[in-house]
């Protein structure tokens, strides 16, 4: 086709419409061999590609002649045109019949385009509607890939986001580097996250991270609220500052579920802008009211003994008791426990001097990465030798390398693992800080405190602190780990509670 390139397809458009040159006439006939033959005007109806040139006797085919590329690959029905009529009607051999061809010959090719052109705003719509279903689907893989990334790091509870996370960084944090490893597993995600995603739409930016994240928190709550359904239930309520001075409260739910189990469950975590009660009042109302949890079936209020939980006129059990007098408050018990632990541990001189002496010895051995290393040095020789004396079992899991944990005032149960740890790895201990001691005291600092340490840890009066203590609190811990179970009811409670002081 002799037209300008952006020409041409209005131009084919418009022999389109006008349709094949097919005139009914009396065609001139042509001697081959004895016989004269001509063109029949019939073979319009068999064949209606075909069109008829009177000037050159020829015949031509319609879409090849609108589509013929340049140089022509069927001159014989577009440039040239076809004039062996003795070789039409002649079975398969017919020259027509060769033409049209199979579906992937170039006569179908020719037809397609022809129907793709006469109908180009259809065709149009369809490439918008395939490559728009093309874009959802590699939008959804990609939005599950990060749906399935937050789902695991947030049930394994590991942090989210990195230090550095530009595509330069080695580390770009575990929410990112989780799925680098999931494109490195399947080619399609590879194809469309990160990198490889269209525009900005990686859907990894911190806001699209929270949003999920409240997604599924939303989702994860309704659940909740329908195992609840219309039955009674208890809260556990509890305040505490984060990292950033916020004052945060927890809500936990605990209820009987329609199968008879009694369920704990997290619910919510709330910023307030003070302790006060009539605030964390008002807070555990607006969530229980936004998922229709009537305070009236409140059968139960866990908190601490603070002022603003436990006071009888003021304080929050009060507070929803005037709404709902069903709604017994209890002070924790394994909280009541605990501060008559420490109350007591406070008041008598040996235990708090054993305790005091205890924190000494777990900062002296910690403090450095040097003393570390000598105390799983001292730790490893140790073993060795009991191993040959035949004092210690061999076994999986058994004759760990360890360290001496850190007491906290706020679980007593942490000083009971201080308290086991020292027994196990008391020779450890007195030779890593005999070490210590006998070190240059202008090399190495609190050799003095070794010293004194050292001499404390061997006395009578500490050795025997250490095992009573060790007895006592492995009585008190029974208790604090049965009153913590969520199917602990208070007539068991208070059972154990009668066994300890026994």
């Known amino acids: 086709m002799q037209h300008p390139v952006n020409k041409r397809d209005e131009v084919r458009r418009a022999y389109l419409l006008l349709g094949p040159y097919q005139p009914r006439l009396k065609y001139p006939r042509s001697k081959f061999g004895k016989q004269y033959r001509g063109f029949n005007f019939s073979w319009f109806a068999q064949h209606p590609w075909l069109e008829y040139s009177p000037s ?17 690959k069927h001159s014989a029905f577009t440039s040239e045109g076809f004039k062996r009529w003795c070789s039409v009607n002649n079975g398969s051999a017919c020259a027509f019949l060769k033409h049209s061809g199979n579906v992937d010959s170039g006569h179908s090719t020719a037809q397609g385009n022809s129907e793709a052109l006469k109908n180009s705003a259809q065709r149009i719509s369809l490439l918008v509607e395939k490559q728009s279903i093309e874009a959802v689907t590699r939008h959804r893989l990609r939005l599950k890939t990060t749906i399935d990334c937050l789902r695991w790091l947030a049930r394994q509870q590991c942090d989210f986001r990195g230090h550095d996370e530009s595509k330069g960084s080695r580390n770009r944090g575990n929410f990112i580097e989780l799925i680098k490893y ?14 490889n995603a269209t525009g900005n739409a990686t859907y990894t930016s911190p806001k699209i991270q929270k949003e999920i994240l409240n997604i599924i928190s939303n989702r994860v709550r309704s659940k909740i609220r329908e195992e609840i359904g219309n039955a009674k239930y208890c809260i556990l309520v509890d305040e505490s500052r984060d990292a950033s001075k916020k004052e945060q409260m927890v809500i936990v739910l605990r209820y009987v579920d329609i199968d008879g189990y009694v369920q704990e469950r997290f619910f919510d975590i709330q910023h307030v802008e003070n302790t006060c009660a009539l605030t964390l009042k ?3 109302t607006k969530i229980l009211n936004y998922y229709d949890l009537q305070v009236e079936n409140m059968r139960g209020q866990g908190y601490d003994g603070a002022s603003n939980m436990r006071g009888q006129w003021n304080g929050l059990q009060a507070l929803f008791r005037e709404e709902c007098k069903y709604a017994y408050y209890v002070h924790c018990f394994s909280h009541r426990l605990q501060l008559a632990l420490v109350k007591t541990a406070e008041t008598l001189g040996p235990v708090w001097k054993f305790y005091s002496m205890l924190s000494s010895i777990v900062n002296l051995v910690t403090s450095s990465s040097h003393r570390f290393g000598d105390f799983q040095s001292a730790q490893e020789d140790e073993i060795a030798k009991r191993l040959s004396s035949g004092e210690l079992e061999t076994g999986k899991g058994a004759n760990q390398i360890g360290t001496l944990p850190r007491a906290t ?8 693992g201080s308290v086991c740890s020292l027994i196990d790895k008391f020779e450890a201990t007195c030779t ?52 913590q179970k969520k199917k602990q ?4 409670a208070m059972a154990l509670v009668s066994n300890t002081k026994v």
């Not at 001691?437 to 405190?449: I, L, M, W, Y």
């Not at 340490?453 to 811990?477: D, P, Q």
Request: proline fraction near 4%; glycine fraction near 6%; charged fraction near 20%.
């Open 432 to 483: 890593t800080i005999d070490h210590i001691g006998a070190s240059d005291p202008k090399v190495t600092p609190k050799v003095g405190e070794a010293q004194s340490i050292s001499e404390e840890m061997r006395s009578f009066r500490f050795v025997f602190v250490l095992h009573l203590m060790f007895k006592i609190m492995g009585i008190t811990e029974i208790l604090c780990q049965g009153l």
């Open 409 to 416: 005032d706020t679980r007593w149960s942490s000083h009971y």
């Open 56 to 72: 050159k006797d020829a015949a031509y085919c319609f879409q090849c002649f609108l589509f013929e590329s340049d140089p022509p």
């Open 282 to 284: 008002n807070g555990i």
């Open 182 to 195: 999931s494109a490195s597993l399947n080619k399609d995600v590879n194809a469309v996250v990160l990198e």
């Open 489 to 492: 009811d208070i007539v068991n």
